[in-house]
């Protein structure tokens, strides 16, 4: 079943201008930010150690997510998203303005008061961004629309980066600055007017306006919230840890180990970039347009991998005269290693990022989701400012070189991601689920729309192989419990999932008279707590690819919770290697196709073994 693609979003009122607003703000952002730093080491007559200055225009643009955030987060509950972006947006304009009156005076303390009004402006707009996203953007757009945020925002900040390097090497370079940010602040709020309505979500909100408690109120609000989320908001911190260690030592990297010349900071940078655009976009694909954590553990096996790589690869490139351009950079093979290590981290780091935003707005409540952003926020800050400590520490107290640092962080990726996936299993779990439908079976998928988004329901499917529960929920947006012969229950690595995700084991009545009562004890509670439960009615594997008779399970369960029943089917899947044909081979129809087809919802009068068993057989056809 084909869907649009995610760039369709570009071209839906509902979308475009937030996107733009956003996009023309992380570019001005960085123009600015960039610019200023320029000026300071090359421009201005300053005295003394120049990098003082640069450390403290990193300091101000920083702090106001400390100081602010917890005040975003509640203006971005309680006022309508829309006029609140529009609001933002004027202040970016006078802020803007200030700023362009410090460059044309050459008042290095104007400059930085409106650094950190930028600072505050980012703050402000960081909640109020990922919040409206839920709001303007239908379940099976949201990672999609994540990735196109992600994208334009780090591509937003590779052009501010080398635009500001453009512009401050004119002899003149004042008013063109001065022009360029006041310019693209107006152009973003001419782009905010053309964002949709999005009412607030707590308008009755009373604002807390001591900055400190209800910072730590926030952060509680946020890392109180369910493991998933919570953990969820820790991991997209650390990612924000390991990115900035990266991307300041890129200059150093560039200089000391590649002895290359500016041209090869912004060579390194772009490909980061657009390796983090890259990852961003193949999320939606790879996750099959649904809220797919199982990509955060294969993004941060990648952030290792390449960072071990980068680490490997560095040294031993010949030292010149004079610095290597980024075209003599290339002409060494070396070189194109560390090109790929580089894109590597960025493609990992899309797959990583953008199913944990995801996340965070998808399971959070919606009178809570732009606090809990703004939480997220404030962690971002702290743990950026750690690894500035950190890597001081390192580079300066324990002498690491920098790709030693990059090992290092490496290293703690492990480290720190194990902890994560080992307090919230769910993150392995569908890790492994999307695994198989990605490695062995190729899973497609027809008539999932009859599974309803919300409510109880009872899906019953044919039983083909171990892997069908694995496959069922790998395709279904929703969490299922599952109902399963508890011998399958107990398969080795395979028993992990199925704890991790509930299932359900059960045994005949004449084997376990008291795990047969508890099943149906848990699927009449998961009924009635308005959950999805998968039986398969055949109560065992099918030994020839053909469907046993129903038993009568199925009676009992809808005449204890009558729910809907939704039958289902698969096809495809006999003959593969979990399947129990005797001809199968491990390598017999690797990457096989494999559909899963759901039909009507049937009435609980209905739902009868016999015309359940009739109606499976119709869906699944004549392929086994």
Not at 350 to 355: A, C, E, L, R
Not at 359 to 382: D, G, K, M, P, Y
Not at 419 to 426: D, M, N
Not at 516 to 543: H, M, S, W
Request: aromatic fraction near 12%; charge should be neutral; hydrophobic fraction near 50%.
């Amino acid at each position: 079943m084909s869907h649009p693609s995610q760039f369709t979003l570009l071209r839906k009122r509902r979308f475009l201008p937030f996107f733009i607003t956003q996009s023309l703000g992380a570019f001005n952002d960085n123009i600015f930010k960039q610019s200023l730093i320029l000026a300071i080491l090359y421009k201005l007559a300053i005295e003394g150690d120049r990098s003082i200055w640069v450390n403290l225009c990193a300091l101000l643009f920083i702090l106001p997510f400390f100081l602010f955030s917890a005040l975003a987060g509640q203006f971005g509950e309680k006022f309508n998203k829309d006029a609140l972006i529009r609001a933002i947006k004027i202040g970016e304009i006078v802020i803007m303005a200030v700023g362009a009156v410090g460059f044309m005076t050459n008042h290095l303390e104007l400059m930085l008061l409106a650094l950190f009004a930028m600072g505050t402006h980012s703050a402000l707009f960081g909640p109020v961004k990922y919040s409206i996203m839920p709001q303007a953007l239908h379940e099976e757009e949201l990672v999609g629309g994540n990735g196109l945020v992600e994208m334009g925002t780090f591509l937003a900040i590779l052009a501010g980066t080398i635009g500001a390097g453009v512009m401050m090497s004119s002899t003149d370079y004042a008013p063109v600055v001065s022009t360029a940010i006041v310019a693209i602040a107006v152009l973003g709020y001419l782009a905010s007017r053309g964002i949709p309505r999005a009412a607030a979500s707590s308008p009755e909100m009373r604002l807390d306006w001591n900055i400190f408690s209800q910072s730590w109120a926030t952060l509680r609000l946020g890392l109180g919230q369910t493991p998933a989320v919570s953990r969820s908001i820790v991991g997209n911190s650390w990612f924000w840890f390991v990115g900035a260690i990266y991307l300041t030592q890129i200059p150093a990297y560039a200089k000391e180990w590649l002895y290359g010349d500016e041209t090869v900071v912004t060579l390194i940078l772009t490909v980061f970039s657009v390796g983090i655009a890259l990852g961003s976009m193949l999320c939606e694909k790879l996750s099959g347009r649904k809220v797919e954590i199982g990509l955060v553990p294969f993004g941060s096996f990648g952030l290792t991998v390449f960072g071990l790589l980068l680490w490997w690869h560095s040294g031993g490139f010949p030292q010149n005269v004079q610095a290597n351009d980024w075209l003599a950079v290339l002409g060494y093979s070396q070189a194109w290693w560390v090109l790929i290590d580089i894109l590597g981290l960025g493609v990992f780091g899309g797959f990583y990022i953008v199913p944990l935003y995801a996340l965070i707005q998808s399971r959070t409540a919606e009178n809570e989701r732009a606090r809990v952003i703004a939480a997220n926020n404030i962690l971002n800050a702290l743990f950026m400012v750690v690894s500035a400590i950190v890597t001081i520490l390192l580079l300066s107290v324990a002498k690491l070189s920098i790709p030693e640092l990059f090992l290092v962080v490496s290293l703690l990726n492990i480290a720190v991601n194990t902890y994560i996936f080992r307090i919230v299993p769910e993150f392995t779990m569908r890790f492994m689920i999307w695994l198989l439908g990605h490695s062995m079976y190729r899973v497609q998928h027809r008539g999932l729309q009859h599974i309803p988004d919300e409510g109880a329901a009872l899906l019953v499917c044919n039983h083909v192989s171990f892997v069908d529960a694995l496959l069922i929920g790998g395709a279904v947006r929703r969490p299922i419990r599952f109902v399963m012969y508890y011998k399958i229950y107990r398969l080795p690595v395979l028993n992990f999932i199925f704890r991790t995700a509930g299932t359900i084991p059960i045994a005949g009545r004449h084997e376990d008279l008291e795990i047969y009562e508890k099943a149906f004890q848990r699927i009449n509670q998961y009924l009635k707590d308005g959950e999805l439960v998968c039986i398969f009615p055949e109560g065992k594997l099918t030994a020839d690819g053909e469907i046993n008779e129903f038993k009568s399970g199925v009676t009992r369960i809808l005449e204890e919770t009558p729910v809907p029943v939704i039958p289902m089917a698969l096809q495809g899947l006999w003959g593969s290697f979990f399947s129990r044909d005797p001809n199968k081979g491990i390598f017999h129809r690797i990457w096989s196709r494999v559909t899963l087809v759901a039909g009507p919802p049937l009435a609980v009068e209905q739902a009868t073994p016999e015309a359940l068993q009739e109606q499976v057989l119709a869906l699944r056809g004549t392929t086994l």
